[in-house]
Structure formats: structure tokens, C-alpha cells
């Protein structure tokens, strides 16, 4: 679903001329390679040694979600950038280093990244929680 949300919101052109069929490609594209690796990689170890020490509320699951969408964006921005690159007339990258615009720009990214990982984790906890019945609902909506 974030995928999906995500590629209504920021649809690539990749030279397909209809806009279902960027929003599709684009949803597969982020998904297959921006979603699901690090929800295995990342997502799934960070379940498993949490479930018995932290409850999962909603901001803890809304906190992981964007952590874990941002982490492999943010490992891509800082380690692999390019030697030179520019965005509107703005230089983002001379001789292989960040400039000022390309910091800020970055940062406009990873925010992107944040929100939709932030709706991400709520969705989940809001799966997760609906099997919580024997609780009272102050302790589940904590």
C-alpha cells in the first residue's frame, strides 16, 4: 500500500506515455527493490528482537516504518553519489561531493521516504493490532 501511495504521489515517466501505467511500473519498481528487501533484510529481525521487550504501539511501528524506508535511500545518498549531477540549474554534486543544494534536496527525499514509511508502519500496526482482542483497549491504543 505505501508502495502504491507512493507511486500516485511521485509517478517516474520512464518513457511510458500513460499515467496508470507509470503509477503500475513505478509501484512494481519500488516495492520489488525499495520495500520488500529491506522489510526482509531489516523489518523482520527487528520484529523478532522486539517482540517480547517493546509494545507496539502505534508511534513505535509508525518510528520502525520510517526507519526501515529510509535506511537503504539513505546508505544509497551517502555512499554511491554521483561525480557530478545538477537539479535545476542547482549543482547537487561537484567532483564526486555534496554541495549545499544537493544536502537540502537529499533531505526533501528522505523526508518523502519518512512519511510514507510512517503510514507503512501504521498500516501495520493497525493489522498487527486487530488481532489483540484480550486486552482492554487502553492497553492496545497506548
Known amino acids: 500500500m505505501a508502495s502504491l501511495a507512493y507511486a500516485v504521489y511521485s509517478a517516474a515517466y520512464q518513457g511510458l506515455p500513460d499515467m496508470m ?7 512494481a519498481v519500488v516495492a520489488f527493490f525499495g520495500a520488500y528487501p ?3 533484510v531489516l523489518g523482520i529481525p527487528l520484529i523478532l ?20 524506508a529510509t535506511f537503504p535511500w539513505f546508505c544509497l ?6 561525480d557530478e549531477a545538477y537539479t535545476n540549474d542547482h549543482i547537487t554534486h561537484h567532483n564526486g561531493m ?9 533531505t526533501e527525499l528522505l523526508t518523502e521516504i519518512a512519511v510514507f514509511g510512517i503510514a507503512a508502519g501504521g ?8 488481532g489483540i482482542k484480550k486486552q482492554p483497549p487502553s492497553k492496545v491504543f497506548d
Open 123 to 130: 498500516l501495520f500496526w493497525l493489522i498487527a493490532a486487530a
Open 21 to 27: 501505467e507509470r503509477v503500475v511500473q513505478t509501484t
Open 49 to 68: 528482537y522486539f517482540r517480547g521487550r517493546v509494545r507496539a504501539s502505534l508511534a513505535n511501528c509508525a518510528m520502525v516504518g520510517a526507519s526501515i
Open 77 to 82: 545518498t551517502v555512499f554511491f553519489g554521483p
Open 98 to 106: 555534496m554541495t549545499w543544494w544537493g544536502l537540502l534536496e537529499t
Open 38 to 40: 529491506p522489510t526482509v
